[in-house]
T-cell receptor
Framework: AQRVTQPEKLLSVFKGAPVELKCNYS??????LFWYVQYSRQRLQLLLR??SRESIKGFTADLNKGETSFHLKKPFAQEEDSAMYYC????????????FGKGTRLSVIA | KAGVTQTPRYLIKTRGQQVTLSCSPI?????VSWYQQTPGQGLQFLFE???????NKGNFPGRFSGRQFSNSRSEMNVSTLELGDSALYLC???????????FGPGTRLTVL
């Protein structure tokens, strides 16, 4: 079965501290992994997609197939990073629907 | 380009009624997906349409249905509403099946 697990509902960090949002997945085959973000009063938007290997707003995520993880990291948290973060997966080439984790709320404390 | 739009933004209905929600995708996008978001279950996939054909369907009862028109606009219908149908319903569009999904602001449905 396809499943995405985000173990932390809430993560609080101080401004300037490193951030790591955890994501573990279960999938038979080679999934595509995503991180979506929802800022306050804004719509859900793509933060990054593992196949693009980009760094967006200072965030990176490495796909670890051995540990079936796709943790999101940023070396120095900013107050504007406070938001809800969702990890998601789909089948290769998007041929299956997105399956989302339950989300982690990141709160960056000044 | 204009983003994904959803109408109405808020709805209040009573149990047993039916409701229709509408989604207009980004121009040029042929795929529309629907998701239900609740505090308990999170984001759950309902269905996806591509060029008027349902491509995928989530694990929801038959009371939930959808369709897509030739201009790619999509509607979803929920019949015989139950209290548990109260949720934020999100629509997302993408150009092709391998492309990034762009989400709308959602329709907040409250069932009393």
């Amino acid at each position: 079965a396809q499943r995405v697990t985000q173990p932390e509902k809430l993560l609080s960090v101080f401004k300037g501290a490193p951030v790591e949002l955890k994501c573990n997945y279960s999938y038979s085959g080679s999934p595509e992994l995503f991180w979506y973000v929802q800022y306050s009063r804004q719509r859900l938007q793509l933060l990054l997609r593992h196949i693009s290997r980009e760094s967006i707003k200072g965030f990176t995520a490495d796909l670890n197939k051995g540990e079936t993880s796709f943790h999101l990291k940023k070396p120095f948290a900013q107050e504007e990073d406070s938001a809800m973060y969702y990890c998601a997966l789909s089948g290769h080439s998007g041929n299956t629907p997105l399956v989302f984790g339950k989300g982690t709320r990141l709160s960056v404390i000044a | 380009k204009a983003g994904v739009t959803q109408t109405p933004r808020y709805l209040i209905k009573t149990r047993g009624q039916q409701v229709t929600l509408s989604c207009s995708p980004i121009s040029g996008h042929r795929s529309v997906s629907w998701y239900q978001q609740t505090p308990g279950q999170g984001l759950q996939f309902l269905f996806e349409y591509f060029s008027e054909t349902q491509r995928n369907k989530g694990n929801f009862p038959g009371r939930f249905s959808g369709r897509q028109f030739s201009n790619s606009r999509s509607e979803m219908n929920v019949s015989t509403l139950e209290l548990g149908d109260s949720a934020l319903y999100l629509c997302a569009s993408r150009q092709g099946m391998a492309d990034t999904q762009y989400f709308g602001p959602g329709t907040r449905l409250t069932v009393l």
